[in-house]
């Protein structure tokens, strides 16, 4: 899978632009910037599909570099319950968009 995903990458890598604002890793944990050249992000999505996720290390260096506002966009609240195992103040500023899009939904009604 991973060189499947390495070959596929690499096809449109010509196309690819360096992101346009900071993106967290879940591979490593840690920030790639907006100068960071496509065959790096390519090469870190590649470790990503591979590894294990560091989310509490991508958490805790997005607080250090003072990211407050989080938004979990799937359902069930996962992500939210392991936020609350790393950062409290985090937990509670936490945004699930599953209320949101139920609330907007039943709005209509």
């Given at each position: 899978?991973?060189?499947?995903?390495?070959?596929?990458l690499?096809?449109?890598?010509?196309?690819?632009?360096?992101?346009?604002?900071?993106?967290?890793?879940?591979?490593?944990?840690?920030?790639?910037?907006?100068t960071?050249?496509?065959?790096?992000?390519t090469?870190?999505?590649?470790?990503?599909?591979?590894?294990?996720?560091?989310w509490?290390?991508?958490i805790?260096?997005?607080?250090?570099?003072?990211v407050?506002?989080?938004y979990e966009?799937?359902?069930?609240?996962?992500?939210?319950?392991?936020?609350?195992?790393i950062?409290?103040?985090?937990?509670?500023?936490?945004?699930?968009?599953?209320?949101?899009?139920?609330?907007e939904k039943?709005?209509h009604?």
């Amino acid at each position: 899978a991973r060189e499947k995903l390495r070959a596929a990458l690499e096809s449109v890598e010509g196309d690819m632009r360096p992101p346009r604002c900071d993106v967290f890793m879940g591979a490593t944990g840690e920030r790639v910037t907006a100068t960071t050249p496509p065959a790096e992000i390519t090469r870190l999505l590649c470790d990503q599909l591979t590894s294990c996720a560091l989310w509490e290390e991508s958490i805790r260096g997005m607080m250090k570099e003072g990211v407050r506002q989080f938004y979990e966009c799937g359902p069930m609240q996962q992500l939210k319950g392991m936020m609350k195992r790393i950062d409290e103040e985090a937990f509670e500023a936490m945004v699930c968009m599953d209320h949101i899009v139920k609330n907007e939904k039943e709005k209509h009604r």
